[in-house]
């Protein structure tokens, strides 16, 4: 601190307020018909698409934590999965208009939010992009597993790319997006604009600001979301 900048501490710790501009809250009243005109046929196909790949990959997240199986195929998971079942749109529609210089922050049930940003990402970039992100994404290590005996679009590939990184992270394996040390609560994948995920309640709230004043500050393009829900609100880093 400068020298001749004075701090009075009677000054400084004397009561008074705050004030801000008016923040606008509740906003929103458009109905369906007049969002309507702002998507086309195949934009909402492709929403719903994402919506039902979340809801199938957290039904089978928790069958293999309730039953140990999925689709007659066994399989032992004896660490966490916080699901987010019922929550799909709200993933979807969070991640749908944001692009790759967006960031998100997530909590302990971020599956969703992670293949929905995912899936966001995949439907904007060209294939070339994809495939980069792909071949350099650890050496190709992923890639390589799930191109084999492929034979499909580049995205369908990339998609393919996503479910797996994602879920072998979950399962605690190498060939996960973070080598399996992140494990569901702390997934990631900065190259789709997926930030790392936090276990403790409320906990990208504070990290979300401080990766938006990062862009402010350094002029960088998007904008940065804090995935986190209600129960948040009575932590310290978000009141």
Request: proline fraction near 5%; charged fraction near 20%.
């Amino acid at each position: 601190m400068p020298k001749v900048q004075i701090i009075d501490p009677q000054e400084l710790r004397k009561p008074g307020l705050v004030e801000f501009n008016p923040i606008p809250v509740n906003q929103y009243q458009k109905s369906v018909k007049d969002e309507r005109a702002h998507f086309s046929d195949e934009e909402f196909k492709a929403i719903y698409h994402d919506m039902v790949l979340i809801r199938e990959f957290e039904t089978m997240l928790n069958l293999i934590k309730t039953k140990g199986e999925y689709n007659g195929t066994p399989y032992n998971h004896p660490g966490p999965a916080h699901l987010s079942i019922g929550q799909e749109s709200a993933a979807v529609g969070m991640a749908w208009t944001l692009t790759v210089d967006d960031f998100i922050f997530g909590s302990h049930r971020s599956h969703g939010e992670i293949l929905a940003k995912g899936m966001s990402a995949i439907h904007k970039l060209e294939d070339d992009q994809l495939t980069a992100i792909m071949e350099s994404f650890f050496d190709g290590a992923v890639y390589e597993i799930v191109k084999k005996d492929f034979n499909g679009s580049v995205k369908e590939l990339a998609k393919r790319f996503l479910v797996y990184g994602t879920l072998a992270e979950i399962f605690a394996r190498k060939t996960g997006f973070n080598r399996g040390l992140g494990g569901s609560m702390h997934a990631f994948f900065t190259p789709f604009g997926v930030y790392p995920n936090n276990a403790i309640v409320g906990g990208s709230g504070d990290i979300a600001v401080g990766a938006a004043l990062y862009k402010k500050v350094n002029r960088k393009p998007g904008l940065v979301v804090a995935n986190i829900g209600d129960a948040s609100m009575a932590c310290g880093p978000v009141w």
